[in-house]
């Protein structure tokens, strides 16, 4: 009982501590890290959300398509990427993701395209 215990225990610990590990950036730390070639936006929402609006510069590849997309992005393996989605709950799912394939540099953007558009920074829409 104790050994199953104490291994309850260590499992629940890792799962905190590797929630604990993506940092999350605000909508204007964000912007500024790609406007100075610090970091990748990676948007993983679903097309017809990135259809809608999306930041200028991001990747997009859907958080249902991760896995299976991984090689389009192997090259920001050790440079600094932004996960967003609409609201940051998709994209920490992704980020998670991307630590686990071993990205050195992983960061959520704080309330996602949402907070982007209420802090007043830019989107592109897709042409008609």
Same mark, same amino acid.
């Given at each position: 009982m104790k050994k199953r215990v104490c291994?309850?225990? @260590?499992?629940?610990?890792s799962q905190v501590a590797l929630g604990a590990t993506i940092e999350r950036v605000s909508p204007s730390q964000a912007a500024q890290? #790609?406007?100075s070639n610090e970091a990748v936006?990676?948007?993983? /929402?679903?097309t017809d959300e990135?259809? @809608?609006g999306h930041i200028a510069g991001a990747i997009h590849i859907p958080l249902g398509e991760m #896995?299976? /997309?991984m090689s389009e992005i192997a090259r920001y393996k050790n440079s600094?990427?932004?996960?967003q989605c609409r609201s940051g709950t998709r994209s920490e799912k992704a @980020?998670? =993701?991307?630590?686990? =394939?071993?990205?050195s540099s992983v960061y959520n953007l704080e309330g996602g395209i949402n907070a982007w558009q209420k802090a007043d920074l830019a989107i592109e829409q897709k042409a008609k």
């Open positions: 291994t309850m225990f @260590a499992l629940l610990m890290m #790609q406007q936006i990676l948007d993983v /929402r679903e990135w259809n @809608a #896995q299976g /997309r600094s990427v932004i996960t @980020a998670q =993701a991307l630590k686990q =394939a071993g990205f």
